[in-house]
């Protein structure tokens, strides 16, 4: 059949198939590093709000009250800054979604021969790079607060984060799946992300809360992120790190595959 | 003749509101066929079942030869779709949104190169492609997605109101590429548009209308159903003129400042008629076809309205000025 200049790519089949699904993968991936890398003004600004909380709100309280057993209040907040800078970075990512979903590249995306599984491993895998790559920028800020950072460590938290933010990266995905405007992320903002944030131990310990609170923060998996951080950055910890890193794999797990559900349900 | 998009018995229900009802059609290969209706007429929606982002509420269609239900992967490549709106992604260059493209549609690297080089040169941007795309103007977005559009080859190429926001000049640049394409390329084109006068340049058009195919023919064969042209005529004594055509032809004439005007059947056979039997010095005449609106409202009883605006139309409206750079 003469078909003009058709070609026909509609062979994928098999192991092609797979191919062509990493293949999506890498494109989002890469998409959103490459555009995380050119927008420097975007870098620059993610970190002065980090830098606000340490070197204003740190110091600040840092010169009334201490940190649990003696150490410097700002040296204590140091791994929930960088926690939170994962959080909101991770979560923005993928909120990213809504938007791009009806006005941008994502339409490209959703309209090409690839699983919709693809889509969302590879938005949750580039979300949760640029996240790290953010929390990373942050752990710069540790000599300028009197803090040594070994490589080791260093290492650990990159990976911890990459962690952390496929959890939260995933957990954006869901929620952008199902959302409709930008509106609601803000909603989401204020009744859920700040509450879940502060009553995870980045900025206060969460020994000796009122009960009410300690239960809240136990059920709360992001206190489990900045657990770990902690172990790993400060030494202190309230969980075993173990736990915290049984209860952040569990958390990933089962939000890519809830994301993956519902986008492969959508349409 | 090859039956490129077959559709049956399409249907699309939100809820209680039924945005698409039963529609069926079939368009030739190698043509270009399209979509006319006002806002929220369904044209989108239809556009986004036969691109596999919707599922039909009942109701088939099929895709060079590919049902959009059962093999959408299939379908997905033989299409190539630009949409209403915007969909590159303007921190990167034209470039890389092309390599993304074939990447996501596997086109070999080798080949990739070849056709890249070759879809930037119909629609002229190659000496722009490593230019960040936030730098083009409305026009030239456009033409970038035409052309990642065509990348993959496909046998389909959907334009989901492809001149929408632009200014006049650019819209008949956007049509002389299509044109240019189908000659190369022998590729369908399947459009939608509220734009009249855009119509015309399909070779079949469905009007569509609250959900509903209304008619579907030539743009010829749908003015003809409006019934004769609109001749005007200006003479060296109108009035006696007048009291001629009115005499010998049986037609009611109206006169203006501007001269005579009558509505009459095969206008084009009329004319030399006019000439022969009126004695009356002609300086002028003129013929006007019906235009499609003249179609559309007479299928419709109502003019192409604009909708009222949701939320999202806003933001899309928005969206479009920004990217438009006014």
Redesign the interface.
Known sequence: ?E????????E?KGT??LL?NA??V??IW??EL??FL??KARIVTSLIQPAVWLFIMGKGLGSSFAGPQGVDYVKFMFPGVVGMTVLFASLFSSISIVWDR?????????????SRTAIVIGKALSGSTTAMLQGALVLLFAPLIGMRLSLPMVLEALGLMFLISFALASTGILIAARME?MQSFQLLMNFFVMPMFFLSGAMFPLRGLPAWMGVIARINPLAYGIDAMKSVIIGLHEFALGTDLAVIIVMAAAMITGAVALFNRE? | MVKIVEVDNLRKEFGAVLAVKDISLEVEQGEIFGFLGPNGAGKSTTIKMLSTLLKPTSGTARLAGYNIAGQPNEVRRSIGLVFQDPSLDESLTARENLVFHAMLYGVPPKEREERMAEVLKMVDLSDRQTDVVKTYSGGMKRRLEIARGLLHYPRVLFLDEPTVGLDPQTRNHIWGYIHQLREREKITIFMTTHYMDEAENCDRIAIIDHGQIVALDTPDGLKRLVGGEVISLKTADDAEAAAAIAEKFGVQVNRDDEGLHFEIENGEEFIPKLFAELRTRIRSVSLRRPTLDDVFLKLTGHAIREEQVSGKDRMRAHVRMRRAGH
């Open positions: 059949m078909t003009g200049g058709y070609k026909g790519y509609s994928a092609n198939r062509n293949k999506a890498y494109v890469l998409r490459i555009r050119r927008e009806e006005f941008g590249f994502l339409k490209e995306i959703l309209v090409a021969p690839v405007s349409g």
